[in-house]
């Protein structure tokens, strides 16, 4: 059964800093291109940010993050990573990992609110 489990949300002022971890169980995750996902209140989800599955470890960013959040992931941890610097209140939202494009197993989330 596959797992996702993500911490690290918070509230934090408009230009600071988290980091965001995802545990990940119940796959082969060294195969699998992983992302991290931002639902902001009463939208949909969107990808944010993937990494690729290979040892290259090609990143790709939404246009409204790139420069300020980084992925990142450790295969021997089965976990994937999420630097967000200068942060903005847009930024608001419950941040998801999973599989790019994702499978039908989603965790709980973890709430980032970005106050301005």
């Known amino acids: 059964q596959v797992q996702l489990v993500e911490s690290g949300g918070g509230l934090v002022q408009a230009g600071g800093s988290l980091r965001l971890s995802c545990g990940v169980s119940g796959m082969f995750f060294t195969n699998n291109a992983m992302g991290w996902y931002r639902q902001p209140p009463g939208k949909q989800r969107e990808l944010v940010a993937r990494?690729?599955?290979?040892?290259?470890?090609?990143?790709k960013y939404a246009v409204d993050v790139s420069g300020r959040f980084i992925i990142s992931r450790d295969n021997i941890k089965k976990a994937v990573y999420l630097q967000m610097n200068s942060l903005k209140p847009e930024d608001t939202g419950v941040y998801y990992c999973?599989?790019?494009?994702?499978?039908?197993?989603w965790g709980q989330g973890t709430q980032v609110t970005v106050s301005s």
């Open positions: 990494i690729s599955s290979d040892l290259r470890a090609i990143t």
């Open positions: 999973n599989q790019d494009p994702p499978s039908e197993y």
